[in-house]
T-cell receptor, first 114, second 114 residues
Framework: DSGVTQTPKHLITATGQRVTLRCSPR?????VYWYQQSLDQGLQFLIQ???????AKGNILERFSAQQFPDLHSELNLSSLELGDSALYFC?????????????FGEGSRLTVL | GENVGLHLPTLSVQEGDNSIINCAYS??????FIWYKQESGKGPQFIID?????DKRQGQRVTVLLNKTVKHLSLQIAATQPGDSAVYFC?????????????FGKGNQVVVIP
């Protein structure tokens, strides 16, 4: 158990809809990262938050947005969903100022868009 | 885009033998290189990292080798066990410092034959 909690574990929805994925980082971790894992693209970095502020952006679509709340939990919002958005979405957290790249991943939210 | 690639898609290894997983990377500026393991239905799990100023680092039953001349990274697993069956990803930490923005390779499946 990594200590990172993600909900829901599975989500099935239709094209055009909007969903929210939730993540609680490990206790004490200030950074939260979102990654998308699909069969054809592998693990893709989406966005990072640090103590409530956006720190880095990766290949995140404009239809997607995220935020980190004062209690450090984070939400990833996916809107106008398309079939190609079907993927595993992982949240990860890390120890403040750890430069090595050791991230603690949750078990992911599997999104299926029909 | 992000480009960290693995040579072999699947490695079958007899239990007790050593495993070697290879990875090519593209960004010479990365400060840390990391190996993650992902078991079925779980999120990636940190195995070991190596800083760019090192060429070898050992952990428990694992050794990571870094050859910056040819931009090659490898993970050696000694005395492979059934629990080592998983997908292994190499990743570069593209930072900047403390941001832990990881670029992952596409993964290499390791199957341990009992």
């Amino acid at each position: 158990d990594s200590g990172v909690t993600q909900t829901p574990k599975h989500l099935i929805t239709a094209t055009g809809q909007r969903v929210t994925l939730r993540c609680s980082p490990r206790s004490g971790d200030l950074s939260v990262y979102w990654y998308q894992q699909s069969l054809d693209q592998g693990l893709q970095f989406l966005i990072q938050y640090y103590n409530g502020e956006e720190r880095a952006k990766g290949n995140i679509l404009e239809r997607f947005s995220a935020q980190q709340f004062p209690d450090l939990h984070s939400e990833l919002n996916l809107s106008s969903l398309e079939l190609g958005d079907s993927a595993l979405y992982f949240c990860a957290s890390s120890v403040p100022a750890d430069p090595t790249g050791e991230l603690f991943f949750g078990e992911g939210s599997r999104l299926t868009v029909l | 885009g992000e480009n960290v690639g693995l040579h072999l898609p699947t490695l079958s290894v007899q239990e007790g033998d050593n495993s070697i997983i290879n990875c090519a990377y593209s960004n010479s500026a990365s400060d840390y290189f990391i190996w993650y393991k992902q078991e079925s239905g779980k999120g990636p799990q940190f195995i070991i990292d190596i800083r760019s100023n090192m060429d070898k680092r050992q952990g428990q039953r694992v050794t990571v080798l870094l050859n910056k001349t040819v931009k090659h990274l490898s993970l050696q697993i000694a005395a492979t066990q059934p629990g080592d069956s998983a997908v292994y990803f190499c990743a570069e930490n593209r930072g900047p410092y403390g941001n832990n923005r990881l670029a992952f390779g596409k993964g290499n499946q390791v199957v341990v034959i009992p």
